[in-house]
């Protein structure tokens, strides 16, 4: 195998071997549902994957009306929020139950067939025996690349959509850009005992970074 990021690494490995990836796979699906009637048009399978990326942050759009009392003028405050987690526990759900929605124009055969709008919803059916995360720690800023040095709660297991997960591990990307940088690799052995793989140097802590990039 020629060399890649970790996670792009992970999933040819994984998918060297129908058993090995039968282990970790998942699939999402879309829903489209009428803004008029109500209606959901469609379910629709839409890919299946072995490595599940979850974004480091989101950009929200906050809306605030503000009055000008000496004028009597109303106008809109705009404001951009990243929103960021730090915890893959109480945020994992949020994304794998409704990881993005957005509004489009179809036709609607409840509404006589005409063009309404349509919420579309994408979300993930997560089926596997193995859970594999990878973290999008990079991001694009004035048009730079930038990495997100966010620390990460890991809790020892994680309950996602009824199923539980333990935490076996996660590889740690040192580096400030994606063409360059070192990988780090922690073995969980207890919530306060890992060990560390740095090349050849393995040693016992019980302490270690918390800036996962890809977890097991």
């Given at each position: 195998?020629?060399?890649?990021?970790?996670?792009?690494?992970?999933?040819?490995?994984?998918?060297?071997?129908?058993?090995?990836?039968?282990?970790?796979?998942?699939?999402?699906?879309?829903?489209?549902?009428?803004?008029?009637?109500?209606?959901?048009?469609?379910?629709?399978?839409?890919?299946?994957?072995?490595?599940?990326?979850?974004?480091?942050?989101?950009?929200?759009?906050?809306?605030?009306?503000?009055?000008?009392?000496?004028?009597?003028?109303?106008?809109?405050?705009?404001?951009?929020?990243?929103?960021?987690?730090?915890?893959?526990?109480?945020?994992?759900?949020?994304?794998?139950?409704?990881?993005?929605?957005?509004?489009?124009?179809?036709?609607?055969?409840?509404?006589?067939?005409?063009?309404?709008?349509?919420?579309?919803?994408?979300?993930?059916d997560i089926t596997p025996k193995i859970l594999a995360?990878?973290?999008?720690?990079?991001?694009?800023?004035?048009?730079?690349?930038?990495?997100?040095?966010?620390?990460?709660?890991?809790?020892?297991?994680?309950?996602?959509?009824?199923?539980?997960?333990?935490?076996?591990?996660?590889?740690?990307?040192?580096?400030?850009?994606?063409?360059?940088?070192?990988?780090?690799?922690?073995?969980?052995?207890?919530?306060?005992?890992?060990?560390?793989?740095?090349?050849?140097?393995?040693?016992?802590?019980?302490?270690?970074?918390?800036?996962?990039?890809?977890?097991?």
């Amino acid at each position: 195998l020629q060399q890649q990021d970790a996670g792009e690494f992970l999933i040819k490995v994984i998918e060297l071997s129908p058993e090995l990836k039968s282990l970790f796979e998942f699939e999402s699906f879309c829903t489209y549902q009428c803004q008029s009637c109500f209606d959901i048009d469609s379910q629709t399978f839409d890919h299946s994957g072995t490595v599940l990326p979850l974004k480091m942050k989101n950009e929200v759009i906050i809306e605030e009306k503000q009055v000008n009392e000496k004028q009597g003028k109303e106008w809109k405050k705009v404001t951009k929020v990243k929103k960021q987690f730090h915890s893959i526990g109480t945020t994992i759900a949020e994304i794998l139950e409704k990881n993005e929605d957005n509004v489009i124009k179809k036709d609607c055969s409840t509404c006589g067939g005409k063009k309404v709008n349509f919420k579309k919803e994408e979300a993930f059916d997560i089926t596997p025996k193995i859970l594999a995360l990878q973290l999008r720690r990079f991001g694009n800023e004035n048009e730079k690349i930038i990495k997100f040095h966010d620390v990460i709660e890991l809790e020892p297991e994680i309950t996602v959509k009824g199923k539980k997960f333990r935490l076996q591990g996660y590889i740690e990307h040192l580096g400030g850009t994606t063409a360059s940088g070192h990988y780090v690799s922690y073995l969980m052995h207890s919530e306060f005992e890992y060990t560390k793989c740095n090349d050849q140097v393995i040693t016992r802590s019980a302490n270690h970074s918390k800036k996962p990039y890809v977890i097991l």
